[in-house]
């Protein structure tokens, strides 16, 4: 009995560490895509609408988050400080809300939660999820890193790897 519960135990490891590995992924994608435009947006919070065709020549990280999600709670710290840091060498944030739960669509608790997060950079509210349906996005959070040409270069799903993700904002910003 107790060698059964053993290997169900090890077989329920394997298949929780199979899940979060998919759910953590990050990395240079092995071919680079065109990154979709956003799209379907309700409303601009801190900035005036944007789009990827004018933010072109720049660095952009693309950002998916919910207000309510612990772990993209988790990564603000990080988004806020790379924002920071390399807003003045030509790297853009923006988040794009999409709502997990109805009241998170409600502008007015999105405002509140930017305010009380000390975000500053543009935050897009996709409450259709237009923009997460053209990105094929599946989690809270997910970083998508686009180069000077429009193109998204690296992904990253779930919390961590902050210093990969660190290293390449400034590996592209670097790039000419």
Known sequence: MLSRLKTVAAATLVAAATLTGAAAHAGPLRTSAPAPEFTGIDKWLNSEPLTLQQLRGKVVLVDFW????INCINTLPYVKSWDQKYK?????VVGVHTPEYPFERDTGNVKTAIKRFGITYPVAQDNRYATWSAYDNQ???AFYLIDKKGQVVYTH???GD?????AAIKNL???K
């Open 66 to 69: 919910t207000y309510t999600c």
């Open 157 to 159: 799903f779930g919390e």
């Open 139 to 141: 989690y809270w959070p």
């Open 88 to 92: 003045d060498q030509g790297l853009v």
């Open 162 to 166: 902050y210093a990969q993700t660190e």
């Open 173 to 175: 910003l670097a790039q």
